[in-house]
């Protein structure tokens, strides 16, 4: 009998900028990784750039993931495809309980010539709506930019043209939203709320005030769902049952060794977002990658 509360299977694994462990955040490498180990969803970071395409990029400027320079938001998309989406941090210690790396199959098709340039959030949709039901998203839309409510207007209409939202209601996908929309924004979530009003929204905590916590629904003004850090879980962790007690589901974020997950599992939560996706699918004990998709 599992002393977990909630079953296995009713756990959201949520592969953090794709299987960032495996290759650099954000590529169509990373997301392929994440549905060749089986997550239920991905993550993924949304700018808009200056000419006003959105990308997938977490950092306000891009020298850290790339090997270029610059804020996103005064680049155009071209200059920002002139560079190399790259691993730039240290790797640091291996994480003990990591299960050996699935293989991604090679296909037959042409070599993606998208590989290692920044990836756009149309390019992403295209890829994870060619096999549907695979994979949720979750999206992340990061404030403040310089395009305020340009972005969650955008968003909203790049997921309507991929089919993944009509009449402000999202497709459901085995039983599930196929998409969410996070944010460290209450602002932008009720932007959200107003252009698609069915549309699941997270809205991301890193700190709850003290005056707070006993009135939860003060925290969340514009969602449906909570996403606290790790440590905000470790200083508090009776907030998951509060959470609960008041209608909305617990989206931790970034949770990347065992004993970490073994702790977010045993209060409850919803949804773990993590860069070790394999790691707890194992822990888990859904093991056993899904065949490769073709990044095509």
Same mark, same amino acid.
């Given at each position: 009998?599992?002393?977990?509360?909630?079953?296995?299977?009713?756990?959201?694994?949520?592969?953090? %900028?794709?299987?960032?462990?495996?290759?650099?955040?954000?590529?169509?490498?990373?997301?392929?990784?994440?549905? &060749?180990?089986?997550?239920?969803?991905?993550?993924?970071?949304?700018?808009?750039?200056?000419?006003? +395409? *959105?990308?997938?990029?977490?950092?306000?400027?891009?020298? %850290?993931?790339?090997?270029?320079?610059? &804020? &996103?938001?005064?680049?155009?998309?071209?200059?920002?495809?002139?560079?190399?989406? +790259?691993?730039?941090?240290? !790797?640091?210690?291996?994480?003990?309980?990591?299960?050996?790396?699935?293989?991604?199959?090679?296909?037959?098709?042409?070599?993606?010539?998208?590989?290692?340039?920044? @990836?756009?959030?149309?390019?992403?949709?295209?890829?994870?709506t060619a096999s549907p039901g695979r994979v949720r998203l979750a999206i992340e839309?990061?404030?403040?930019? !310089?395009?305020?409510?340009?972005?969650?207007?955008?968003?909203?209409?790049?997921?309507?043209?991929?089919? @993944?939202?009509?009449?402000?209601?999202?497709?459901?996908?085995?039983?599930?939203?196929?998409?969410?929309?996070?944010?460290?924004?209450?602002?932008?979530?009720?932007?959200?709320? &107003?252009?698609?009003?069915?549309?699941?929204?997270?809205?991301?905590?890193?700190?709850?005030?003290?005056?707070?916590?006993?009135?939860?629904?003060? +925290?969340?003004?514009?969602?449906?769902?909570?996403?606290?850090?790790?440590?905000? *879980?470790?200083?508090?962790?009776?907030?998951?049952?509060? *959470?609960?007690?008041?209608?909305?589901?617990?989206?931790?974020?970034?949770?990347?060794?065992? %004993?970490?997950?073994? @702790?977010?599992?045993?209060?409850?939560?919803?949804?773990?977002?993590?860069?070790?996706?394999? +790691?707890?699918?194992?822990?888990?004990?859904?093991?056993?990658?899904?065949?490769?998709?073709?990044?095509?």
């Open positions: 009998m599992s002393l977990l509360p909630r079953a296995p299977s009713e756990i959201e694994v949520v592969a953090h %900028r794709g299987v960032s462990a495996e290759a650099p955040e954000h590529t169509l490498a990373a997301y392929q990784q994440a549905l &060749v180990l089986g997550a239920d969803a991905v993550e993924c970071d949304v700018r808009m750039t200056r000419d006003g +395409v *959105l990308v997938c990029v977490h950092d306000r400027r891009i020298n %850290r993931t790339s090997t270029g320079r610059g &804020v &996103v938001s005064a680049l155009d998309l071209a200059e920002l495809e002139q560079h190399r989406v +790259v691993r730039r941090r240290p !790797r640091g210690a291996a994480i003990r309980g990591r299960p050996p790396r699935p293989a991604v199959e090679e296909d037959d098709d042409e070599p993606d010539e998208d590989a290692g340039r920044v @990836l756009t959030l149309d390019r992403l949709l295209e890829y994870v839309t990061k404030h403040p930019t !310089r395009h305020a409510g340009q972005v969650e207007a955008a968003l909203i209409t790049s997921l309507q043209r991929f089919g @993944l939202l009509a009449g402000g209601r999202p497709l459901e996908w085995s039983g599930r939203p196929a998409v969410r929309v996070m944010s460290f924004s209450p602002t932008a979530l009720r932007r959200v709320r &107003v252009l698609a009003p069915d549309l699941p929204t997270v809205h991301l905590v890193r700190q709850i005030l003290p005056r707070t916590r006993t009135r939860t629904r003060t +925290v969340l003004p514009a969602g449906t769902a909570v996403g606290p850090s790790l440590a905000l *879980l470790r200083q508090d962790p009776g907030l998951v049952r509060r *959470l609960h007690r008041a209608g909305l589901q617990v989206h931790v974020w970034v949770v990347n060794r065992p %004993r970490d997950m073994h @702790l977010a599992l045993s209060l409850g939560v919803d949804a773990i977002i993590t860069d070790e996706a394999a +790691v707890l699918m194992h822990l888990l004990g859904r093991d056993g990658p899904r065949p490769s998709m073709s990044t095509g």
